[in-house]
Protein backbone atom coordinates (compact mmCIF):
# COMPACT_ATOMS: atom_id res chain seq x y z
CA UNK A 1 0.00 0.00 0.00
CA UNK A 2 1.45 3.68 -0.98
CA UNK A 3 2.05 5.70 1.76
CA UNK A 4 2.86 9.75 2.13
CA UNK A 5 3.46 10.99 5.64
CA UNK A 6 4.34 14.72 5.42
CA UNK A 7 5.28 16.62 8.61
CA UNK A 8 7.03 20.17 8.90
CA UNK A 9 4.31 22.31 9.26
CA UNK A 10 3.86 24.80 12.08
CA UNK A 11 3.75 28.48 12.67
CA UNK A 12 6.35 30.87 10.92
CA UNK A 13 6.71 34.41 11.49
CA UNK A 14 7.25 35.88 8.07
CA UNK A 15 10.49 35.99 6.92
CA UNK A 16 11.29 33.01 8.92
CA UNK A 17 11.87 29.11 7.39
CA UNK A 18 10.60 25.68 7.79
CA UNK A 19 11.61 22.21 5.94
CA UNK A 20 8.93 19.80 5.16
CA UNK A 21 9.32 16.36 5.03
CA UNK A 22 7.72 13.31 3.40
CA UNK A 23 8.16 9.89 3.96
CA UNK A 24 6.94 7.37 1.08
CA UNK A 25 6.57 3.88 1.57
CA UNK A 26 4.64 0.98 -0.48
CA UNK A 27 6.81 1.87 -3.94
CA UNK A 28 9.65 2.29 -5.31
CA UNK A 29 10.49 5.88 -4.40
CA UNK A 30 13.64 6.66 -6.68
CA UNK A 31 11.27 5.39 -9.95
CA UNK A 32 9.06 8.39 -9.40
CA UNK A 33 9.24 12.00 -9.99
CA UNK A 34 7.67 13.41 -6.72
CA UNK A 35 5.54 16.83 -6.46
CA UNK A 36 4.34 19.38 -3.71
CA UNK A 37 1.33 20.87 -4.19
CA UNK A 38 -0.24 23.39 -1.63
CA UNK A 39 -3.89 24.48 -0.90
CA UNK A 40 -4.67 28.32 0.84
CA UNK A 41 -7.29 27.89 3.34
CA UNK A 42 -10.63 27.84 1.28
CA UNK A 43 -8.84 28.11 -2.11
CA UNK A 44 -7.94 26.07 -4.78
CA UNK A 45 -4.89 23.72 -5.50
CA UNK A 46 -1.61 25.32 -6.49
CA UNK A 47 1.10 23.25 -7.77
CA UNK A 48 4.40 24.16 -5.74
CA UNK A 49 7.09 22.38 -7.35
CA UNK A 50 8.66 18.95 -8.80
CA UNK A 51 11.77 16.45 -8.47
CA UNK A 52 12.95 13.94 -10.80
CA UNK A 53 12.99 10.58 -9.49
CA UNK A 54 17.14 11.18 -9.61
CA UNK A 55 16.73 14.30 -7.83
CA UNK A 56 18.71 15.72 -10.95
CA UNK A 57 15.95 17.62 -12.03
CA UNK A 58 13.68 20.55 -10.68
CA UNK A 59 10.64 22.52 -11.23
CA UNK A 60 9.48 25.66 -9.61
CA UNK A 61 6.55 27.68 -9.51
CA UNK A 62 7.27 31.04 -10.15
CA UNK A 63 5.89 32.32 -6.89
CA UNK A 64 8.26 30.22 -5.05
CA UNK A 65 11.49 29.79 -7.13
CA UNK A 66 14.51 31.30 -5.38
CA UNK A 67 12.87 30.77 -2.06
CA UNK A 68 11.69 27.14 -1.66
CA UNK A 69 13.97 24.60 -2.85
CA UNK A 70 12.93 21.01 -2.86
CA UNK A 71 14.82 17.81 -2.63
CA UNK A 72 14.73 14.32 -1.62
CA UNK A 73 16.65 11.63 0.18
CA UNK A 74 16.30 7.90 -1.93
CA UNK A 75 17.97 6.22 0.74
CA UNK A 76 15.64 7.35 2.95
CA UNK A 77 12.16 7.32 1.05
CA UNK A 78 11.70 10.59 1.44
CA UNK A 79 11.05 14.16 0.20
CA UNK A 80 11.95 17.43 1.10
CA UNK A 81 10.57 21.45 1.00
CA UNK A 82 13.12 23.76 2.31
CA UNK A 83 10.85 27.44 2.45
CA UNK A 84 12.76 30.38 3.27
CA UNK A 85 11.80 33.86 3.11
CA UNK A 86 8.36 33.03 3.84
CA UNK A 87 5.54 35.11 3.44
CA UNK A 88 1.77 35.52 5.04
CA UNK A 89 0.54 34.23 1.28
CA UNK A 90 2.43 31.10 1.66
CA UNK A 91 0.18 30.26 4.49
CA UNK A 92 -1.60 26.96 3.16
CA UNK A 93 -1.57 22.69 3.84
CA UNK A 94 1.40 21.49 1.71
CA UNK A 95 0.22 17.97 0.18
CA UNK A 96 3.36 15.99 -1.41
CA UNK A 97 2.31 13.66 -4.21
CA UNK A 98 3.40 10.83 -6.18
CA UNK A 99 3.69 11.05 -9.82
CA UNK A 100 1.90 8.48 -11.48
CA UNK A 101 4.19 6.65 -13.88
CA UNK A 102 7.84 5.79 -13.32
CA UNK A 103 10.84 7.56 -15.12
CA UNK A 104 8.82 10.16 -16.28
CA UNK A 105 7.52 13.95 -16.14
CA UNK A 106 4.62 13.56 -17.59
CA UNK A 107 2.18 11.77 -15.45
CA UNK A 108 -0.66 12.67 -12.86
CA UNK A 109 -0.79 13.16 -8.90
CA UNK A 110 -1.79 9.63 -8.10
CA UNK A 111 -1.34 9.33 -4.69
CA UNK A 112 -1.15 12.18 -2.26
CA UNK A 113 -0.29 12.63 1.49
CA UNK A 114 -2.79 13.83 4.27
CA UNK A 115 -0.96 17.22 3.95
CA UNK A 116 0.83 19.44 6.56
CA UNK A 117 -0.31 22.83 7.46
CA UNK A 118 1.95 26.01 7.54
CA UNK A 119 1.10 29.42 8.88
CA UNK A 120 2.78 32.09 8.03
CA UNK A 121 1.82 34.71 10.75
CA UNK A 122 3.12 37.47 13.28
CA UNK B 1 1.55 29.60 -18.15
CA UNK B 2 -1.68 27.22 -19.25
CA UNK B 3 -4.93 28.55 -17.64
CA UNK B 4 -7.41 26.05 -17.05
CA UNK B 5 -11.03 27.36 -16.55
CA UNK B 6 -13.51 25.23 -15.20
CA UNK B 7 -17.16 25.96 -15.02
CA UNK B 8 -19.20 25.97 -13.69
CA UNK B 9 -18.24 27.02 -10.38
CA UNK B 10 -21.12 25.03 -8.17
CA UNK B 11 -23.65 22.28 -9.49
CA UNK B 12 -26.76 21.40 -7.66
CA UNK B 13 -27.50 18.09 -8.54
CA UNK B 14 -30.49 15.36 -7.01
CA UNK B 15 -28.73 12.18 -6.21
CA UNK B 16 -29.46 9.86 -8.56
CA UNK B 17 -28.82 12.27 -11.31
CA UNK B 18 -25.99 13.30 -13.73
CA UNK B 19 -23.48 15.81 -13.76
CA UNK B 20 -21.76 16.96 -16.00
CA UNK B 21 -18.57 19.17 -15.69
CA UNK B 22 -16.21 20.93 -17.70
CA UNK B 23 -12.47 22.10 -18.06
CA UNK B 24 -10.73 24.29 -20.58
CA UNK B 25 -7.28 24.44 -21.53
CA UNK B 26 -5.93 28.16 -23.14
CA UNK B 27 -3.71 26.12 -24.92
CA UNK B 28 -3.54 22.83 -26.45
CA UNK B 29 -2.64 19.86 -23.40
CA UNK B 30 -3.05 16.96 -25.82
CA UNK B 31 -4.71 14.33 -23.79
CA UNK B 32 -2.78 15.29 -20.61
CA UNK B 33 -5.21 16.01 -18.16
CA UNK B 34 -6.38 14.68 -15.19
CA UNK B 35 -9.81 14.69 -12.72
CA UNK B 36 -9.29 14.67 -8.98
CA UNK B 37 -12.03 14.84 -6.38
CA UNK B 38 -11.28 16.11 -3.21
CA UNK B 39 -13.64 16.41 0.33
CA UNK B 40 -13.85 18.88 2.95
CA UNK B 41 -10.57 18.24 5.19
CA UNK B 42 -9.39 15.40 2.59
CA UNK B 43 -6.29 15.24 0.03
CA UNK B 44 -7.46 15.35 -2.97
CA UNK B 45 -7.56 11.61 -5.52
CA UNK B 46 -7.06 10.86 -8.54
CA UNK B 47 -10.16 9.97 -10.19
CA UNK B 48 -9.56 10.56 -14.27
CA UNK B 49 -5.85 10.45 -15.88
CA UNK B 50 -4.90 10.91 -19.61
CA UNK B 51 -8.37 12.45 -20.12
CA UNK B 52 -10.29 9.88 -20.18
CA UNK B 53 -8.67 6.63 -18.48
CA UNK B 54 -10.13 5.51 -14.60
CA UNK B 55 -7.80 5.91 -12.16
CA UNK B 56 -7.39 2.33 -9.20
CA UNK B 57 -10.99 1.63 -7.98
CA UNK B 58 -12.53 4.60 -9.31
CA UNK B 59 -16.19 3.54 -10.03
CA UNK B 60 -17.00 3.33 -13.65
CA UNK B 61 -19.72 5.83 -13.17
CA UNK B 62 -17.28 8.53 -13.59
CA UNK B 63 -16.23 9.18 -17.02
CA UNK B 64 -13.88 11.38 -18.76
CA UNK B 65 -14.01 12.24 -22.36
CA UNK B 66 -12.05 15.35 -24.31
CA UNK B 67 -8.54 16.07 -25.64
CA UNK B 68 -6.90 19.28 -26.87
CA UNK B 69 -8.29 22.40 -24.95
CA UNK B 70 -11.56 20.62 -24.13
CA UNK B 71 -12.84 18.53 -21.60
CA UNK B 72 -15.42 16.84 -19.81
CA UNK B 73 -16.16 14.86 -16.38
CA UNK B 74 -19.35 13.11 -15.94
CA UNK B 75 -20.81 11.44 -12.92
CA UNK B 76 -23.68 9.38 -14.51
CA UNK B 77 -25.58 8.91 -11.27
CA UNK B 78 -24.32 10.87 -8.62
CA UNK B 79 -24.64 8.73 -5.19
CA UNK B 80 -24.21 10.82 -1.68
CA UNK B 81 -20.67 10.38 -1.53
CA UNK B 82 -19.74 12.05 -4.94
CA UNK B 83 -20.85 15.39 -3.32
CA UNK B 84 -17.39 17.21 -3.23
CA UNK B 85 -15.38 19.33 -5.34
CA UNK B 86 -13.50 18.66 -8.49
CA UNK B 87 -10.57 19.76 -9.88
CA UNK B 88 -9.10 19.30 -13.04
CA UNK B 89 -5.10 19.69 -13.74
CA UNK B 90 -2.56 19.84 -16.63
CA UNK B 91 0.09 17.97 -16.82
CA UNK B 92 1.46 18.68 -20.14
CA UNK B 93 3.83 21.27 -19.78
CA UNK B 94 5.48 23.24 -16.52
CA UNK B 95 4.33 25.05 -14.56
CA UNK B 96 1.38 22.58 -13.64
CA UNK B 97 -1.65 24.20 -13.28
CA UNK B 98 -5.11 23.49 -12.13
CA UNK B 99 -8.64 24.61 -12.51
CA UNK B 100 -10.16 26.60 -10.02
CA UNK B 101 -12.72 23.66 -8.84
CA UNK B 102 -16.35 22.84 -9.42
CA UNK B 103 -18.50 22.28 -5.60
CA UNK B 104 -20.80 19.61 -6.85
CA UNK B 105 -23.58 19.93 -4.29
CA UNK B 106 -27.11 18.49 -3.34
CA UNK B 107 -29.96 19.54 -4.81
Known amino acids: EVQLVESGGGLVQPGGSLRLSCVAS????????MSWVRQAPGKGLEWVSS????????YYADSVKGRFTISRDNSKNTLYLQMNSLRAEDTAVFYC???????????????WGQGTLVTVSS | EIVMTQSPATLSVSPGERATLSCRASQSVSSNLAWYQQKPGQAPRLLIY???TRATDIPARFSGSGSGTEFTLIISSLQSEDFAVYYC?????????FGQGTKVEIK
Open chain 1, 51 to 58: ISGSGAST
Open chain 1, 97 to 111: AKVHLPSTWSGSFDY
Open chain 1, 26 to 33: GFTFSSHA
Open chain 2, 50 to 52: GAS
Open chain 2, 89 to 97: QQYDTWPRT
